[in-house]
């Protein structure tokens, strides 16, 4: 019997650059026994050099979708994303002031059942592959609205070390314990 992919609750971890997304995603992984899907643009980007265009982020933005179609075969309960087509949108915009239409029309904040946007709470680290470091705030707050204006279920995640973890925890519970099909 093959499993309904309905069935499956996918979680988003969104969020600024340096936010612990991917430390986040894999805790929650390894918590719930569950398939994560990394964020594809840190090995794409690497590969290039770290340099791309507008069309790279959305070759990026496909390949984060196929890599979730591949993963959601392996969940029985939650995929956790490690970005999503959102980072991509907020992405282009930012940098490009453009939103390519081919993302626009491939996004829909209702795929992911809940939306773990993370704080800035935690201090910046350098990665040669990270380039805003003095706007966290205003991109915090560009996920913040757009996750309010698509009327996504989301959470803020705060904490430093397993604090953030914790309260991540704490948060899909609860969503879980009140969710229904």
């Excluded at 490009?96 to 773990?116: A, E, T």
């Excluded at 800035?120 to 913040?144: S, T």
């Excluded at 705060?158 to 704490?170: H, K, P, V």
Aim: net charge negative; glycine share 4%; charged share 25%.
């Amino acid at each position: 019997m093959e499993k309904s992919k309905n069935a499956i609750i996918k979680i988003a971890i969104v969020g600024p650059e340096s936010t612990g997304k991917s430390s986040l995603a894999q805790g929650l992984a390894t918590h719930y026994g569950a398939p994560w899907v990394p964020e594809i643009a840190r090995d794409y980007l690497k590969n290039r050099g770290g340099a791309y265009q507008l069309n790279d982020i959305i070759e990026i933005a496909y390949l984060q979708l196929k890599a979730e179609e591949e993963q959601i075969k392996n969940a029985h309960r939650f995929l956790f994303c490690d970005t999503t087509l959102l980072v991509n949108i907020i992405w282009a915009s930012f940098v490009f002031k453009s939103i390519p239409q081919q993302l626009i029309d491939h996004y829909r904040s209702d795929d992911y059942k809940l939306h773990l946007l993370c704080h800035i709470d935690l201090p910046w680290e350098y990665d040669p592959l990270r380039e805003h470091p003095q706007y966290r705030e205003e991109l915090f707050n560009l996920y913040a609205e757009n996750l309010k204006q698509s009327n996504a279920n989301f959470e803020v995640i705060r904490g430093q070390n397993n604090n953030r973890l914790q309260n991540a925890i704490a948060a899909i519970n609860k969503f879980d314990s009140e969710y229904t099909f």
